[in-house]
């Protein structure tokens, strides 16, 4: 089946630091991924659709100065949290879909970001 | 905003069916019907879809009203292992779509 990595797996980074996450389809290629953000006991909020090649589409309330994504490649999509802060500890999720089959989704494992 | 309304909690027995409902009132003709589960501090995992027809794996079972306004993921015998925080989610299935996940329903499967 197809497979979705993201590195690292958790992450402890000091306030004011910024942080990347790597989201990468591993036997697919995808032409769009999302990033989504999930708090304790909440549920997933979708942040961005980012589209190989092209700028990503954040979602309402979320601040692309602050989580910046890149889609690269069509097997690789980033997202940096910049200046980092204890509020924005949460586990980040990313989705690819294949650009075959693109109806299709596949979920990563997650990152777990810890902001001291 | 999410399509679909879950009960936020359910009970079942090791070896019993658990039987989740979701209800989908506004759905539209082309969207479908799918089920994901989120094991704690993991992605989530795909379970099951459908359109209108009742549909089975090797996880799960899928059951559509008629008028598709709602349906049940039935796991015929829940083990603890599928202890989990379980998303009914609509959507269509072509390009360019988004999945919006609701609050979900947490299955607590006891021994």
């Known amino acids: 089946g197809a497979v979705v990595s993201q590195h690292p797996s958790r992450v402890i980074c000091k306030s004011g630091t910024s942080v990347k996450i790597e989201c990468r389809s591993l036997d697919f290629q995808a032409t769009t991924m999302f990033w989504y953000r999930q708090f304790p006991k909440q549920s997933l909020m979708l942040m961005a659709t980012s589209n190989e090649g092209s700028k990503a589409t954040y979602e309402q309330g979320v601040e692309k100065d602050k989580f910046l994504i890149n889609h690269a490649s069509l097997t690789l999509s980033t997202l940096t949290v910049t200046s980092a802060h204890p509020e924005d500890s949460s586990f980040y999720i990313c989705?690819?879909?294949?650009?075959?089959?693109?109806?299709?989704?596949?979920f990563g494992p997650g990152t777990r970001l810890t902001v001291t | 905003d999410a399509k679909t309304t879950q009960p936020p909690s359910m009970d079942c027995a090791e070896g019993r069916a658990a039987n989740l409902p979701c209800n989908h009132s506004t759905i539209s003709g082309n969207e479908y019907v799918y089920w994901y589960r989120q094991i704690h501090s993991q992605g989530p995992q795909y379970i099951i879809h459908?359109?209108?027809n009742n549909e089975t794996n090797e996880m799960a079972s899928l059951i559509i009203t008629e008028d598709r306004k709602s349906s049940t993921l039935i796991l015929p015998h829940a083990t603890l292992r599928d202890t989990a925080v379980y998303y009914c989610i609509v959507r269509v299935r072509t390009g360019g779509f988004k999945t919006i996940f609701g609050a979900g329903t947490r299955l607590f499967v006891k021994a």
């Open positions: 989705s690819a879909v294949p650009r075959v089959l693109s109806y299709e989704q596949y």
């Open positions: 459908g359109l209108k």
